[in-house]
């Protein structure tokens, strides 16, 4: 069968649909197999692709749209989830707790960018972990302000009255889920998701994106036709830091908590092996890396290879092993990075030619 | 309010945990300098050596300890004396390993280490004990003789067989007089960081250079090594806290400040570890190579130098130490983990930048006064801000002067 | 030298380490004249050019452009007033097209803000940049490559391309470093035909660092002979070609 020719763009949108769909119909087929897969657990799947495709979202502007290697993406998430926390603990409206996640990741995104953004690139990622990891030892230690390693709990979550009566509940019946959190954090995630990638594809495209595309080609030359490079990075490195705090704050109403061990480093580099995984060119890399990157680990839960003769028990232990989280997880991480960056540096919808040109 | 003692204390704590710091930053300095790689990894070689000490003190019983040593010792001797004996080749191939192909200054390197070993082997089954001090005073002695006859005769232009023979001497009494199953299996651990460097530096570092990768290329791909050797220590030894078992000895008082054997021993084998660092980069060829390499890369390939034979030996350079500082963790009340390689990693860039990259003797500065800011804090504000406060300073040091003290590369 | 001057640096100095590059200079370029820089190898030419285009901050004297002060100002900040510059090694944004390579030239784009950006407001303004940049790119003859990645373009083309990115400016001032190195005689002469209509439609100051001494001699209106770092001749091209100064300055005798 003969495709049309489609264009590049069109191309690469089909390889993601053909993952996403890929995706979840072979893990309904092994449903229907081994009885594995439950309404909830292809629920939860969605879930987690989806936050961390919000996620990696923000690295693939601030990467691949201004050059700036981020690499304390996910202090942005903690700011975004401890706003909301805060917000229940003193007792303040939950819009006003979104505002404060969203207005403090993206002063943090200023605060943290003025002093770096002119230095080189390893620079700001040095720094940017440093911060990171300074916001994560705040929120551990300022034990009157976010109760510290004991977290913040059962807090209210917006939106339960809809949730759980009328239309929706009724939609969720009919698909056998539980109607509220996590299936309605998993379709508000996926809007949001829509909603953002929309908005920077259309910013990528725009006169501004057009600037930044030339600063990260060359600074100088933007510099001199009368663009201040500065200023343009601090707003990617800004409008990057929105889905991150989005990320934390459905990831805190998903999961109805907010630690300071959800904000390591660990998961930062999650999100690079997404975006690098899926492709560092495009904005669409994101949603790729992450359809695939828990796609596999879903798989791995699922297919019951145990099943299978002789081999099935070995093979399952060792992957399960690398899909579950823990060392055997960060190990397949580890890997992950160094095999797509030596083999295949433009991930699975990334182009070759946009990496290097000539350089 | 804390007492102008308690500063002190602090300052003494500060400046063994910065010597510690220093150690491993200055192989993460010339590492970023020379090969321009910040090496995301370069903390994890610190858990290679404290695993790997933990290995050979813990798993292994003394007598195979000796054994590993004494095996070790052997080969470095046979490969230093096929080096001394092989005739010199010119025009070698780039890159070739073949033991007779050494330059004479590291056959003799070979030659010593391999003595060294033997004598902290012997040293095992006759302990100095009493006579340690004077040992240690001679090797002193012999070591500062070597160094006086070194520059004497290099000025006339002579070869210093002289002074490898004193410095050897003097490095074998050292040996013996500190030869206790800490020392034997922190030089082991040690060992062990060097060959999961060089098996990275072939494998992985090596063709990137060949591909001329990008600095996002070296970043992610460190990133990935810091994860794969982290969860195989993880894997192999499991994710929880080293328990040691220290001996009780009694700490000294030095004025209002006390002083732990422990935090002794790290201020030693530190000092003598950047003294021997000192003198490689100063005596030896492959030292002032590697210096030539730092200071202008371009025209040291162009004049001709095996720049991936030089890559391998700052690989074992860098790795040694950091190795060796993991494996004096422990004798500073740090709770090693696989990631305490992470947990260390942003504050060894922090002495690097502070210090100035690609500058050994910057990052020791830096290490030392990083070191004590970290005691401070701790002491006089919060233990829980002791790491922030590595953090703090590294950030205000982007802001203020980017290029450290000791000059470096800002923009 | 009619017209008073748009672009007047005065007592330029620029040190590096121990080695003074540029010693107490003085340029002027009036609007509407071509004024050429020469001078041998290592006289300077390069860093005082960066100095004037803001490049590189000098160590003392001053740059004035239309009457203002503007001597320390960053690069992006001059080409805001006016100030255009060409690289000496071209500088294509390889992996963007011909087009945008110009179009981002334009000034005055408010789709450039990030808030204009997410609207449509923008559109109308970037077609006309659009149209402009058209005009421009077959000014100077790049019309089939427009959409192109500028990284497939030729040395040449790209010297071009140079060129028509400083033009979509409208500077006042343009400063050209070595526009027609290592092009071939018949693209050069393409190349000096179009700075010559620039200046006489457009009645820009135009400022050149070349090599090619014949080449300066013919189309400038006034010439400007460096040697280690000040000026050692200055005025109308005969009168400096025949200054003993100068042929003795280009290696001993050979003629300028």
Same mark, same amino acid.
């Given at each position: 069968m003969k495709l049309p020719a489609l264009s590049r763009d069109g191309r690469e949108w089909a390889v993601v649909a053909a993952l996403a769909s890929g995706v979840f119909l072979l893990l309904t087929l092994i449903s229907a197999r081994n009885g594995s897969v439950s309404g909830e657990f292809l629920v939860g799947v969605a879930l987690t692709m989806a936050l961390f495709a919000l996620l990696a979202l923000g690295l693939s502007l601030q990467f691949g749209l201004a050059g700036l290697i981020n690499f304390g993406h996910i202090g942005f998430a903690a700011i975004g989830a401890y706003g909301v926390g805060l917000a229940h603990l003193n007792g303040w409206p939950w819009f006003a707790g979104v505002a404060l996640g969203l207005l403090g990741a993206v002063?943090? +995104?200023?605060?943290?960018?003025? /002093?770096? *953004?002119?230095?080189?690139?390893?620079? @700001?990622?040095?720094?940017?972990?440093?911060v990171a990891e300074i916001v994560r030892t705040i929120a551990l230690s300022e034990v009157w302000l976010t109760r510290g390693p004991f977290g913040i709990y059962s807090f209210p979550l917006p939106g339960r009255d809809f949730a759980t009566s009328g239309p929706w509940a009724a939609l969720a019946a009919s698909l056998g889920v539980v109607p509220y959190s996590p299936f309605f954090v998993a379709v508000l995630a996926l809007v949001l998701f829509g909603v953002l990638y929309w908005t920077f594809s259309r910013l990528a495209r725009s006169p501004w994106g057009r600037v930044l595309r030339a600063i990260r080609e060359d600074e100088d030359v933007a510099g001199a036709v009368g663009k201040n490079p500065f200023r343009f990075k601090l707003q990617a490195l800004a409008l990057g830091a929105v889905p991150a705090a989005l990320y934390g704050m459905l990831y805190a109403w998903a999961f109805a908590q907010i630690i300071p061990a959800l904000f390591v480093p660990l998961v930062t580099f999650y999100a690079w092996t997404i975006v690098v995984v899926g492709g560092v060119t495009t904005l669409r890399g994101a949603l790729a890396g992450s359809i695939a990157f828990w796609g596999l680990t879903a798989f791995a839960r699922v297919l019951r290879l145990e099943t299978i003769p002789v081999v099935g028990g070995p093979l399952e232990s060792v992957v399960g092993f690398l899909t579950r989280p823990g060392p055997g997880q960060e190990l397949l991480i580890g890997v992950l990075l160094v095999l797509v960056m030596l083999h295949r540096p433009q991930g699975i919808v990334g182009r070759r030619e946009e990496l290097r040109f000539g350089r | 309010m804390a007492s102008i003692a308690d500063v002190i204390q602090y300052g003494v704590n500060g400046v063994a945990l910065g010597s510690v710091i220093a150690l491993a930053a200055i192989g993460l300095t010339l590492i970023y300098g020379i090969l321009n790689l910040a090496n995301f990894a370069h903390g994890d070689l610190l858990a290679v050596g404290a695993y790997g000490a933990f290995f050979f003190s813990v798993s292994v019983p003394p007598v195979e300890a000796a054994f590993w040593a004494l095996g070790l010792a052997v080969v470095l001797a046979a490969v230093g004396v096929a080096g001394l004996l092989a005739p010199p080749t010119r025009g070698r191939s780039a890159g070739s390993w073949r033991a007779g192909l050494l330059e004479p200054s590291e056959a &003799?390197?070979?030659?010593? #280490?391999? +003595?060294? @070993?033997?004598?902290?082997?012997?040293? @095992?089954? @006759? /302990? +100095? &004990? #009493? *006579?340690?001090? /004077?040992?240690?005073?001679?090797?002193? +002695?012999?070591?500062?003789?070597? *160094?006086?006859?070194? &520059? &004497?005769?290099?000025?006339? #232009?002579? #070869?210093s067989d002289v002074a490898w023979a004193l410095g050897g001497g003097g490095t074998a009494l050292a040996a013996w007089a500190l030869a206790s199953p800490f020392f034997l299996a922190a030089a082991l651990g040690a060992a062990a960081a060097v060959v999961v460097a060089v098996l990275f530096e072939a494998v992985v570092w090596r063709p990137l250079r060949a591909r001329r990768a990008t600095i996002l290329t070296l970043l992610i791909v460190s990133i990935g090594v810091a994860f794969i050797v982290r969860n195989a220590i993880a894997i192999r030894f499991g994710s929880d806290f080293l328990n040691y078992a220290r001996p009780l000895e009694l700490p000294w008082r030095v004025g209002p400040a006390i002083f732990t054997v422990d935090q002794a021993t790290t201020l030693v084998v530190a000092a003598a570890a950047i003294a021997g660092v000192h003198a490689f980069l100063a005596f030896t060829r492959t030292g002032k190579a590697l210096r030539a390499l730092a200071d202008n890369p371009d025209l040291a390939r162009l004049s001709g130098m095996d720049v991936n034979r030089l890559v391998v030996a700052l690989w074992i350079l860098a790795a040694g130490l950091a190795g060796l500082a993991g494996a004096l963790l422990p004798l500073n009340n740090f709770a090693v983990s696989p990631g305490v390689g992470f947990t260390l990693l942003l504050t060894l860039f922090a002495a690097v930048i502070l210090g100035g990259i690609g500058s050994a003797y910057g990052a020791m500065a830096g290490g030392l006064v990083i070191g004590v800011v970290m005691e401070l804090v701790a002491g006089l504000a919060s233990p829980d801000y002791k790491f922030a406060a590595s953090f703090a300073v590294l950030i205000l040091v982007l802001l203020v002067r980017p290029q450290g003290i000791l000059g470096g590369r800002a923009t | 030298m009619a017209a008073e001057a748009i672009l007047e640096a005065k007592g330029l100095r620029k040190a590096f380490g121990g080695a003074v590059a540029v010693a107490d200079m003085d340029v002027a370029v009036a609007p509407g004249e071509i004024v050429g820089l020469i001078g041998p190898n290592?006289?300077?030419k390069t860093t005082l050019f960066n100095l004037v285009a803001g490049a590189l901050e000098p160590d003392g004297g001053r740059v004035t452009l239309a009457g203002e002060d503007v001597t320390g100002l960053p690069a992006h900040a001059l080409a805001k007033r006016g100030l255009a510059r060409t690289f000496q090694l071209s500088r294509a944004l390889n992996r963007m097209s011909v087009l945008d390579n110009v179009a981002l030239a334009a000034p005055d784009q408010p789709g450039e803000r990030l808030a204009v950006a997410i609207t449509p407001f923008w559109r109308k303004r970037e077609e006309a940049v659009e149209d402009r940049a058209r005009e421009v790119l077959d000014f100077v003859g790049l019309s089939a490559k427009l959409d192109d990645y500028a990284g497939s373009l030729s040395g040449g083309q790209k010297k071009l391309l140079e060129i028509a990115r400083a033009l979509m400016l409208e500077p006042k001032v343009l400063l050209l470093d070595e526009p027609m190195a290592g092009v071939n005689p018949t693209l050069a002469k393409g190349i000096m035909e179009r700075i010559r209509a620039i200046r006489d439609e457009r009645g820009a100051a135009i400022l050149i660092v070349e090599h090619d001494i014949e080449s300066i001699m013919a189309n400038s209106d006034r010439v400007i002979v460096m040697a280690e770092g000040t000026t050692l001749a200055a005025g109308d091209p005969e009168t400096v070609r025949n200054d003993p100064r100068v042929i003795e300055a280009y290696l001993g005798g050979r003629e300028p």
């Open positions: 002063a943090l +995104a200023i605060v943290v960018g003025i /002093p770096t *953004l002119r230095l080189r690139e390893d620079y @700001l990622a040095i720094a940017t972990i440093g | &003799r390197a070979a030659v010593v #280490g391999a +003595a060294a @070993l033997a004598a902290a082997v012997l040293g @095992l089954s @006759l /302990p +100095a &004990r #009493g *006579l340690a001090l /004077p040992a240690l005073a001679g090797a002193l +002695a012999l070591g500062a003789a070597a *160094l006086v006859v070194a &520059r &004497r005769r290099t000025a006339r #232009g002579r #070869g | 290592g006289a300077g």
